[in-house]
C-alpha cells in the first residue's frame, strides 16, 4: 500500500526503527527537562541560576556543533550516535541517583548539564545528517517532517507525564525513566544495519572544513536566513526551560503539575505547527511561511513578558 507523501519515510527499514527509538527517548527527554528546571528552583530559588543551567547545557552546542559536524563525516554515524547516546543515559542516571541519595547539590546539576551539552553536541549533527543516509534525499522532507512531529509529540506528554511523576514521586523518578528511555533509542541502533559510512576524506584539516562550512553557509543567502532567525529566536524566544517555571510558580501559584501543564501546551501548538509542514512536504515553504512564524514566537514571548511584568495579556 502506498503512503502518502508525508509518511514515504516510514518506508525504510532502518528509519522506521529510528524513529520508533527517537518517539520513546524524546519523552523520556522532555520529562528531565522539567525536572531539571523544578530541581533547580527547589535548590536555589534563584532566576539567575536556573538561566545559568541552561546557559552551560546550551552553550556547547554552539561551540562545539561545527566540530561535531566534521567529527561526524569523518566517522561511522551509527557508531558515535550510540556512544553519545550512553553518554546523556549516564548523564540521567547519575542525577536519578544523587537526588534519590540526598546528596545532589547546584554544582552537581551544572557539571552534568555541561556534559549533556558536549554529548549533544556531537550527538545533533551526526543524527541529522544520519537521517539523510537513512531515507535518502527523496523521502528527506517526510523524514523531517516525522521527525518534528516525534520532537513535538514528545514535548506534549513528556512535560504531562513529568508533572505527574514529580508530584507523586519527586523529580528523581523523571530523570531515572529519561535513562531507561534511551535503551529504547539504544535498542533500535544496535538493530539497524546502515553503519552511515564516512564521507571521502580529502586533504583538509578539521579547521580546514570548518572554515568551508561557515564560508558557505555565509555566501548563500537562504542559509543565512534560516540561521539568522534561528540565532534571534534562541536568543529571545526560546527560552521557555527559565520562563515557564518561574512563570508557573511565582505568577500563577502552580506547583510541578502546573508546570508540566504549561509545557506541554507548548508542545500542543508546537504540534499543530509539525503537522502543517508535513501538508507542505510536497514544496518549499516560502519566507513569508517562516517570517509568520517567527512572528507568532515573538508574540508569544512579548505576551509572557506583559502578564508576568504587568497583569495584562498581549
Known sequence: MALPYGLRALRHRDYRLFWVGQLVSRVGTWMQSVAQSWL???LTNSPLRLGLISTLQFSPVLLFAFLGGVVSDRVRKRRLIIATQVAMMFQALALAALVWSGHVQYWHVAVLAAMYGIANSMDMPARQSYVVELTGKDDLMSAIALNSAVF???????????????????VAAAF??????????????????????PHPRGKATIREEIVQGVTYATRTPHITLVLGLLLFVSLFVINFNVIVPLFARDVLGQGAHGFG????????????GALGVASL????????????????????????????????TV
Open 40 to 42: 533547580v528552583l527547589e
Open 152 to 170: 513535538n509529540s514528545a514535548r506534549v506528554v513528556g512535560p504531562a507525564l513529568a508533572g505527574i511523576f514529580i508530584a507523586r514521586y519527586g
Open 261 to 272: 501543564l504549561l509545557m506541554a501546551a507548548l508542545g500542543i501548538g508546537a504540534m499543530f
Open 176 to 197: 531515572l525513566v529519561n535513562g531507561v528511555s534511551f535503551l529504547a533509542v539504544l535498542a533500535a541502533l544496535y538493530a539497524m544495519r546502515i553503519e552511515g559510512a
Open 281 to 312: 512536504s510536497l514544496r518549499r515553504p516560502s519566507t513569508t511561511v517562516v517570517i509568520i512564524a517567527l512572528a507568532v514566537g515573538v508574540t508569544y514571548a512579548i505576551g509572557m513578558a506583559a502578564r508576568a511584568l504587568f497583569g495584562i
